[in-house]
């Protein structure tokens, strides 16, 4: 839904200080999220991860649309010792929205 992507554009902006994504993103405070939609966590080449995003990683953890609303709601409550300092989301509009904005870079 392209209104839902353009939305989730603007949500986005909360996350630019420290993540890029597109063509030529590259990895800030935070990884590069390109395609990070149902991929598997702690994916991305080069980036330093945190001890608790590793484990996670190595446990099989996905970016399931559903782990992907939790952790973005509440990133430290999701995943103990992350080390992306982000309050979270309230609302689950903004949610759904930066999904499917995500969703959209990977295409
Ligand atoms: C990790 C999304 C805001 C810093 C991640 C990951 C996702 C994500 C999906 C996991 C990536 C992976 O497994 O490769 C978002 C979204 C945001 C947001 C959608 C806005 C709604 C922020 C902000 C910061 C930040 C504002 C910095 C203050 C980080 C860091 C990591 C990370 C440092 C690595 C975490 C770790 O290794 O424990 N983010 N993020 N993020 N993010 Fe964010």
Request: glycine content about 12%; aromatic content about 8%; hydrophobic content about 40%.
């Amino acid at each position: 839904d392209p209104e839902m992507v353009k939305a989730g554009e603007k949500v986005f902006r909360k996350c630019k200080a420290c993540h890029q994504v597109g063509d030529g993103a590259k990895n800030r405070v935070g990884p590069i999220l390109n395609g990070v939609v149902d991929a598997p966590a702690g994916a991305v080449e080069d980036f330093k991860y945190s001890k608790a995003l590793k484990a996670a990683a190595d446990g099989g953890l996905v970016w399931s649309e559903e782990a992907l609303g939790e952790f973005l709601r509440d990133p430290k409550g999701f995943l103990k010792g992350t080390k992306m300092s982000f309050g979270g989301l309230r609302k689950d509009s903004d949610v759904a929205e930066v999904i499917a904005y995500l969703r959209a870079t990977a295409e």
